[in-house]
Each structure stands twice: as structure tokens, then as C-alpha cells.
């Protein structure tokens, strides 16, 4: 029995497994009261992106702009796109995406319908965005590039960047933080992040954050293993100064 009537539900980074996100829905099986809401990065990687987004356009879910929307529409959209921009694209996706229309041909409403995705979300007590925030900016001054691709800047932050409210993200794998193995959440200063990997041969776990119940639903692309558990018991707590050591070791 679920503890409260209504529910707001993350989703994390999909990545075109489309599959994967119907068994996590059954897993969650939304009331028509429930609040479902997507980071972006519906697209790239996995075989079926053209049905991911008309699962989520199809039936309204609010969804932000992830960094791989951005690519496509840069891609599909811009006049003097360079071959590496293009070769980038492709490679880090793309081609699964593209191979996932008919003819190879992304419909004008899946374009215009990307188009209109926002970079943020305020939900109150919390804040949706994609990748991150640029700590150093206020909220005014911050564009697409910070919300949508920000990594270590934001990562190594060591107070809050909103004192009231807690900012959930995607973009980065969970593992790739110090001491995270796959399926865990990682949680720094201020911030939760629930991209598990979906895609990765080394995770495959798709995550949704029941934020109302501080609950955990994860389905994996590889197998069959499905399972719900406590928040407490599925996140790291991720220490700032490593996250900066390393930023600083790898520039070295």
C-alpha cells in the first residue's frame, strides 16, 4: 500500500531503452494522480529513442533538456554544423537515434516538441535541471551549456547552491564517483544525482526517485532484475574534496 495518494517521480537518464522504461513504469504503475517527471536524455545509445519520445510527449510528461536533445537539435537544426560536431553526435549515440525513425528521418514534431523543453524545473522543495548548475553564477546568468553539460564544477561544490531545496540531476553515471558501485545514487552538497547508467555495459540500471516517499524503483537493461528500496539505502554520500582532487589530478 502506498503511503500517500499522490506521488512525484524522477526519471533518470532513459537513453533510447525504451523496453526498460515500459518495465519500470509497471514497476511504478503511476496513479492518474501521480507526478511524473523526466531529466532529459531521453535519446542516443539505446535502440528505440523515436519511441521514448512519443511515450513521453504522448502522454505529457513534463521533461527537461538533456545534453544529448541539445546535440541533435544543434545537428539537425543548425546551418554550418561542422563534420566533428556531426562525427561527435554520432558516435556518442546519434546513430542509434537516427536508426530509430523510419527512412532515417526525424519527424518535424519530434523536433518542434524538443524544442519547447525547458533546462529547469522548480518544483519547490525541489529543483530539477539535467547536468547541473555553474556555482558561481546566479540563476539568472546560466544558459543551456551550464544546465545541461556541467560536471565537475558543480560536483565538487561544498555548500548548497539553493539553501532550500534539494537539486536532483542526471548526466553523470553514478559509479564514476568515488567509493559509488552501479545502481547507487550519489548525493553531494546540495544535490542528488540519479543517472545509473541505463546504457552502460558496466550498470544497466534505469532509475526513478519516488521523491514523495523517498523511494527507489530500478529496472535493468541487461537482465531481468527489478527492485524498489528505501532512499537511505540506495545512496552515497559523495565527499566534495575528492571530487575537486581528482578534477585537479586529471588537469595535471
Not at 563534420?83 to 518542434?112: C, F, R
Not at 556541467?150 to 553514478?174: A, C, N, V, W
Not at 540506495?234 to 574534496?241: K, L
Request: proline content about 5%; glycine content about 8%.
Amino acid at each position: 500500500m502506498r503511503e500517500t495518494s499522490q506521488r512525484q517521480i524522477i526519471i533518470g537518464d532513459v537513453h533510447g531503452h525504451y523496453e526498460g522504461l515500459m518495465r519500470l513504469m509497471d514497476l511504478i504503475a503511476p496513479a492518474s494522480d501521480d507526478q511524473v517527471y523526466f531529466l532529459g536524455d531521453l535519446i542516443d545509445r539505446g535502440p528505440k529513442s523515436s519511441q521514448v519520445i512519443d511515450f513521453v510527449k504522448n502522454n505529457n510528461y513534463p521533461c527537461l533538456l538533456g545534453n544529448h536533445e541539445q546535440m541533435l537539435l544543434s545537428i539537425l537544426s543548425g546551418d554550418n554544423i561542422s563534420t566533428q560536431a556531426m562525427q561527435a553526435w554520432l558516435y556518442g549515440g546519434g546513430q542509434a537515434t537516427i536508426a530509430s525513425y523510419k527512412n532515417a528521418h526525424v519527424p518535424k514534431e519530434h523536433l518542434d516538441w524538443l524544442r519547447t523543453l525547458p533546462t529547469y524545473l522548480d518544483l519547490g522543495h525541489v529543483w530539477l535541471t539535467h547536468a547541473g548548475v555553474d556555482p558561481y553564477l546566479p540563476l539568472a546568468q546560466q544558459t543551456a551549456e551550464q544546465f545541461c553539460w556541467i560536471r565537475h564544477e558543480f560536483h565538487s561544490i561544498q555548500q548548497p547552491y539553493f539553501i532550500d531545496k534539494l537539486m536532483i540531476i542526471g548526466h553523470t553515471i553514478t559509479f564514476t564517483f568515488p567509493g559509488v558501485s552501479p545502481g547507487q545514487l550519489a548525493q553531494g552538497r546540495g544535490w542528488l544525482d540519479i543517472d545509473t547508467g541505463a546504457y552502460h555495459p558496466r550498470s544497466g540500471w534505469l532509475t526513478a526517485l519516488d521523491i514523495t516517499n523517498n523511494l527507489i524503483y530500478q529496472v535493468n537493461m541487461f537482465n531481468d532484475c527489478l527492485q524498489t528500496l528505501p532512499l537511505a539505502e540506495g545512496v552515497v554520500m559523495i565527499d566534495p574534496s575528492k571530487i575537486a582532487a581528482r578534477r585537479h589530478k586529471q588537469r595535471a
